[in-house]
């Protein structure tokens, strides 16, 4: 449990930092030069180097990590409230804010193991 625990969030951290990536691949059109596409592309990764960095804290300190997955997935929530289903809410903002619950739970479960 102890391993399944510290390493589930951490591996899909880095899943959910990949499968963001590929949103920001729509920059690229046919026939345009990658110098031309490469600011846009940059821009459009902002969310994956805002997973990356937490998931940098949260290898670390995993209930400051916790939050900031959370906050990761509330912050998606209220900048595009009104503008999608329900269903792309629960796709985009469903996953950091199980990570954060994960690392929280590999916290709680490395500190009562240590109390005991």
Known sequence: MKRFLYWTPRVL????AAFISL????????????LQ???ALLVHLLPVYLILAALIIAWRW????????AGLALLYI????????WRAYAAI?????????????DDLYRRTRQAA
């Open 78 to 85: 209220a900048v595009f409230l009104g503008e999608f289903d």
């Open 23 to 34: 949103f920001a691949l729509d920059v690229f059109e046919p026939g345009a030069p990658f």
């Open 62 to 69: 995993e209930r400051l990590g916790a939050l900031l997955f």
């Open 37 to 39: 596409a490469a600011p």
């Open 13 to 16: 951290a880095v899943l959910f």
């Open 93 to 105: 903002a469903g996953p950091p804010m199980l990570i954060g619950a994960l690392f929280l739970l």
